[in-house]
């Protein structure tokens, strides 16, 4: 059974494009992240969520809108793709203020 | 904000040689976690340290923190194949604080 998953595994797609990821947790966990991880594999968090409320928003573009229907679940929305979005976007969840967290397998989004 | 440099960047052994990865923090640490990544794949959890001078080990890897130098090492012993992959150590500033990653350490295990 996966722990998180997330969908899709790859998405290609052109500049000016919206695009949707999403992500779904089956442990119980009330805190869920989205992570950016660049070419260079470094990892940095974008937001987080805790049951269905933003507790975590670093500095990223408004282009990219989190959404919680539920705390099983937190998809991440992206209008106006650019190039500079081309990256391995990371899920994971984690019970509030544990450091342990459970990754997704990520989504490869590239922007042509 | 808190930064993490990890070192050194890449590390290519022979299998069976014990080696040892570091991992140091810019500011105070209120933990330090160690991840593990597969190329293609999500990270897992590996060990949590909070306290100074504590080690943990699992199987043969074995995590140690320096709370006065900010620092943590992981030390592989006798590695093998599987341990090929990027370790990645995450720290916490505070409690409840987003939890900041160093940009990792890609190792390679040759049979």
């Known amino acids: 059974d996966t722990a998180v998953s997330q969908t899709p595994k790859y998405l290609v797609t052109q500049m000016g494009n919206d695009k949707s990821i999403k992500c779904e947790q089956n442990?119980?966990?009330?805190?869920m992240y989205w992570y950016k991880q660049d070419s260079k594999k470094f990892l940095k968090i974008m937001f987080s969520?805790?049951?269905?409320?933003?507790?975590i928003n670093e500095t990223v573009p408004n282009r990219f809108s989190p959404k919680s229907p539920d705390k099983a679940h937190l998809n991440l929305h992206i209008n106006s793709l650019e190039l500079g979005d081309s990256a391995v976007y990371f899920c994971a969840s984690s019970h509030f203020g544990a450091y342990e967290q459970y990754f997704g397998p990520g989504t490869r989004l590239t922007v042509t | 904000s808190q930064e993490l440099e990890q070192s050194p960047q890449s590390l290519i052994v022979q299998e069976g040689k014990n080696l040892t990865i570091n991992c140091t923090s810019s500011?105070?640490?209120?933990?330090l976690y160690w991840y593990k990544q597969k190329y293609g794949e999500g990270l897992i959890f590996l060990m949590m340290?909070?306290?100074?001078?504590e080690e943990k080990s699992h199987e043969k890897i074995t995590a140690k923190l320096d709370e006065k130098k900010q620092q943590s090492s992981l030390h592989i012993t006798a590695s093998q194949p599987s341990h090929a992959g990027i370790y990645l150590c995450?720290?916490?500033?505070?409690?409840?604080?987003?939890?900041?990653f160093g940009k990792g350490i890609t190792l390679s295990v040759r049979p």
């Open positions: 500011k105070t640490l209120y933990g």
């Open positions: 995450g720290a916490a500033s505070s409690a409840n604080s987003k939890l900041t």
């Open positions: 340290l909070q306290k100074g001078g």
């Open positions: 442990l119980g966990h009330d805190t």
């Open positions: 969520y805790n049951n269905k409320e933003l507790i």
